[in-house]
């Protein structure tokens, strides 16, 4: 994808030093004897928005899924080096898997909900989880996780109607409302927006913003000017590597490497 013109970045004001909610030391990945990711070291802080960029193939998505351990699903795979949560190992062998993927959520490129109503999408993970005891307390989850994803006043009166007629843009926020159901610390987004209008992105992004006053995100996106709107910092991966990681504003406006520059601007990639 190439970018021209000026990029609007999002204004940071950043507090004292936090202790980082997640991160990589020296990770490497393999696809069988294919090597994916290449020494990876990130520091991802609490409640700020991380952004992923860099061309199709380069990594983005395949670091993502590391965080959450979805790419153990893959036959063939291995994970060298370290990723902490909190301070703990996720690929220890204390770490309950279960566990990583209720407090590491995922949002993926296109939406996924189940064929069934509204309601029982965003009360899925609750009742499977056991997060309540009572009728009403599974009710006050599925509003509150609805009204936290900007969808509750839209089908409010219609909890009961299957999913897949919403719109996919609503589609997407009612997955977004599925994976706040289960109370994340960590919310991972797979180019949430690729499958979404203008309009529908616009609304994601709208969410992502105020999420984040509750919630790490981690987003892979194409969209540069995305990246520059909704971040706090952003990472720069080319061909597996990590080429730079800063505050959103500073990799856009004062990129540290020439190949970041050659990238943001337009002229590679």
């Given amino acids: 994808m190439q970018v021209s013109g000026r990029i609007n970045v999002k204004i940071v004001n950043m507090t004292a030093e936090q202790p980082p909610i997640l991160k990589t030391q020296n990770l490497d990945f393999y696809y069988g004897s294919f090597k994916a990711l290449i020494d990876i070291n990130m520091e991802i802080l609490p409640q700020q928005v991380t952004a992923l960029i860099g061309p199709s193939g380069c990594g983005k998505s395949t670091f993502l899924r590391c965080l959450n351990r979805m790419n153990d699903k893959i036959p063939g795979v291995r994970v060298e080096g370290k990723i902490f949560l909190d301070g703990q190992e996720i690929y220890s062998d204390e770490m309950d898997v279960t566990d990583l993927r209720q407090r590491v959520g995922m949002v993926f490129q296109k939406p996924n909900p189940f064929p069934q109503s509204i309601l029982n999408n965003v009360a899925y993970g609750p009742r499977v989880l056991g997060l309540m005891k009572r009728r009403d307390e599974l009710d006050e989850i599925v509003e509150t996780s609805l009204r936290q994803a900007a969808l509750w006043d839209e089908v409010k009166d219609k909890l009961n ?109």
């Fill in 161 to 269: 109607r299957n999913a897949m007629d919403l719109s996919l843009g609503q589609q997407q926020r009612l997955c977004i409302a599925r994976v706040l159901a289960v109370h994340p610390e960590v919310i991972l987004m797979d180019e949430p927006c690729s499958a979404l209008d203008p309009i529908a992105t616009a609304h994601v992004e709208e969410l992502i913003l105020k999420l984040e006053e509750q919630y790490t995100i981690v987003i892979v996106t194409h969209n540069m000017q995305q990246a520059a709107r909704v971040s706090d910092f952003t990472g720069f991966f080319w061909l597996g590597e990590l080429v730079e990681f800063s505050n959103t504003s500073k990799l856009f406006t004062t990129p540290k490497e020439e190949l970041t520059e050659t990238y943001i601007t337009g002229r590679a990639g």
